[in-house]
């Protein structure tokens, strides 16, 4: 299927970032939010971006006001109805997105593909209660959008392949490298990732060192390019005790249970860098470790 107008729902970091890589590669998007400001905030950001790519040579000046007349944005979630492909990028929480779904589906053309952007949540029971389990898949990009290579494709129980094929294809358009990861809990990044993230905070909680020794020590002696505390608060700490939750839940595993510091963190409101603290604080001219 041609696909060649884009819904996004959601314009946090996820959806702009989403956004600005389809204007970008020739789509014509539709950035959904209900909030005004952060529709404006999101627009105001892919310009930012753009510009930088600008000014770093990655694309022309005629390329990103090419890009920025393709974005336009809506408040009102059923106007999406007419995409041929919509991407969810709305907070992981299932009952969400679930809600997002059940308002949209009324509204799509016959042929309009439903995806999830979702990290960890099963597609299949997504896709469940829909009106097109068929055309409905995981979507998932990492962040940050414009930089990040891979895209994750995840096919649910009933997924066909006319979808799967069609959303490959956008990927590869997007100059991406798609990944074919089976519906477990989050997939293969965040099945390998997370566990790690949530065993550095078990090693922070347990005094075996402290924020900045832990950081470094992966990033001197695993070469990582950033620590793992300083990845989780780049990710957002709610995002990663959600997606260990998913593990847990879904795996019966004791291995994936979230470290209680983490639930902590969360508890307080320290998410990480969009909150101003977490592992680190935020707030001054440098991050400060918080531990």
């Known amino acids: 299927m041609d696909i060649a107008k884009i819904g996004v729902v959601g314009a946090g970091q996820m959806g702009n970032g989403i956004a600005h890589v389809m ?106 209660r829909t009106d097109r389990p068929e055309k409905f898949m995981g979507f998932h990009f990492m962040n940050p959008v414009p930089v990040m290579q891979l895209v994750e494709l995840i096919r649910g129980i009933a997924t066909d392949r006319e979808t799967y094929d069609s959303c490959l294809a956008v990927v590869e358009k997007l100059g991406k490298t798609a990944a074919s990861a089976e519906d477990f809990p989050a997939f293969i990044v965040n099945r390998i990732l997370m566990p790690m993230i949530n065993e550095a905070v078990y090693t922070l909680y347990e005094g075996v060192g402290n924020v900045k020794s832990i950081d470094e020590s992966l990033k001197l002696g695993a070469n990582h390019p950033m620590g793992p505390l300083e990845l989780a608060d780049f990710i957002g700490l709610d995002t990663c005790l959600a997606i260990m939750n998913v593990l847990h839940d879904g795996l019966a595993d004791t291995k994936y249970r979230p470290c209680p510091l983490l639930t902590k963190y969360v508890e307080a409101g320290w998410l990480g860098r969009k909150t101003g603290r977490g592992f680190y604080d935020y707030r001054g001219e440098t991050p400060v470790p918080t531990r």
């Open 23 to 128: 204007a970008l590669a020739g789509y014509d998007v539709l950035l959904n939010d209900i909030s005004g400001e952060a529709l404006q905030n999101a627009v105001a950001l892919i310009r930012k971006n753009l510009d930088r790519q600008v000014s770093r040579e990655k694309i022309s000046q005629d390329e990103m006001d090419a890009a920025m007349a393709r974005i336009a944005t809506t408040q009102t979630l059923t106007d999406l109805g007419a995409t041929d492909l919509v991407i969810e990028a709305a907070t992981e929480r299932e009952p969400v997105k679930q809600a997002i779904f059940d308002e949209l589906l009324p509204h799509l053309q016959p042929h309009t593909i439903l995806t999830s952007n979702t990290s960890s949540i099963s597609i299949t029971r997504l896709a469940s």
